[in-house]
């Protein structure tokens, strides 16, 4: 089965083979801003001629800004529902993009660290991701992207209220800022929902791995900034930077605490869990995701080989659902699927070694 | 494409889709958004946002008693309050009386803080000026000052070349 997106899933990627980036607590940085081109209404309130001009315009666009390297550009209508799933899963467009056809695309960056989508809520959802903690380096690159597409687009702005968006709740900077987090020590301490309260009375937002309306499971979630007016893009990276040094924090002081006081119930789990990966017949996606969760909290720990880690942060995407029906070449049954992620994560971790149980630490 | 998922309360589509983790126990909701406060969780989640949004577009448009319609794109006061989204860029002017009391329930600002279009400003400044050059330059022409529309012509084509420059740099 040829599919259009194919080279996209074929292609080293940036959250999918970054050996020397993936650090312990923190999967990945993201930055996306919200842009609409003046004199032309929202998507919402677009008709269908008009939608696909605003998407040619931005289109040529984003394919020639220098940041965007070897652009990929793809229309939401020429993708299959198994296509359009895998760009969610890869963290590529969002989940209401896919939900919306009437000229809505994404133009994609050679290594997949940079995308832009059109015509979601906003005419253009500019997005950027670095795998790691970095979230001054993204707002560079992003804000070179934004300046080079500024030359030749012109974005609806006012200069009391700065970037007019769709919802108000976008307007001025457009900024939404989020970390992705892996947080087992807190989750496992019953400690998460505290850390949840806490971040949620600063203006900040906590949701699961895909986004709004999506589970916590892996232990996997994303913190990001909620309000985008009255304060500088500066100010609002500053202050999530540093809620997210505290919980990190916070997760690094959990680990330790379970490492002292209750060590023999969580080298069982790491180690259950190195085995149900590599024997494993039977294996939804959520459980995968506890699994895998377990191995890089293992990885952190030290009890496997470093690259361990990177290995887990590409397993994350690829055992996902639509990941493991492009893997069958075919939309087949959760079952089916179920048996298949299993198979696809013996084979990877076959040459994984034994947990090193002895070398455990924080 | 997967069916939209319903309100856990009342089974209409659901807008709301919540994830409490307590002690280790997952928990989901879906809610519409009328029965979002009288669901348990999230009554403890921070809806906040969401029904602060709602409850300033109601309040200021029941204080200022105003009707708002914009001109460009048809956007009415019905349509903003039932989608919490403008309609286009112009809808910010034409809500104007409500727009700060919607904002300051969502926003901690009122002011634009961040970043602006270089360009994009460049080319504003510019467009005024050259509006007015070319009415003053097409006035000339029908009233057949010929000596005034030539400079007016040169003054255009020197802009221009100007709005180049300035872009360019």
Known sequence: MQLKIDSLIRADSELTHQNTSSVPIILMTRIRLARNLSGHNFPNHSEVEKSAEVFELCRKAIESAPEMGSPTTVRMEDLSTMEKKILVERHLVSPELIESTAGSGVVINGDQSCAVMINEEDHLRIQSMLTGFHLDKVWSTIDALDDSLEKKLDFAYSEELGFLTACPSNVGTGLRASVMMHLPGLVISKN??????????????????????????????????????????????????????????????????????????????????????????????????????????????????????????????????????????????????????????????????????????? | MAKPKQCDHCGKPATIHLTQIVGGEIRKVDLCEACQFKDSMAADFDLKPFAKLADGVLAAHNNTGEVHACPVCGCDDNSFQKSGRFGCPDCYEAFAGIVPEVLRNIQPGLRHEGKSPEVGLVRRHFGRKKVELRKELESAIREERFEAAAVYRDQLRKLEGREANAIEN
């Open chain 1, 192 to 362: 998460m929902e505290k850390v949840i309260r806490a971040v949620n009375q600063i203006g900040l937002v906590v949701r699961g791995w895909m986004g709004e309306g999506s589970d916590a499971s892996g232990s996997v979630f994303q913190i990001s900034n909620q309000q985008t007016l009255g304060e500088s893009e500066e100010a609002i990276l500053k202050r999530l930077g540093n809620v997210l040094k505290t919980v990190r924090v916070q997760e690094e002081n959990a680990r330790s605490r379970i490492l002292q006081t209750d060590q023999n119930r969580i080298l069982d789990r790491i180690g259950r869990a190195y085995g149900i990966l590599r024997n494993g017949h039977l294996l939804s996606s959520g459980e995968g995701m506890s699994l895998l969760s377990l191995i890089r909290l293992g990885a952190d720990f030290g009890m496997f080989p470093k690259d361990t880690r990177c290995l887990v942060d590409r397993l994350f995407i690829e055992s996902q659902p639509a990941h493991v029906q492009y893997l069958a070449e075919s939309e087949i049954e959760s079952a089916a699927r179920d048996s298949l992620r299993a198979s696809f994560m013996r084979k990877n971790f076959r040459d994984i070694p034994e947990p090193d149980f002895e070398s455990a630490s924080t």
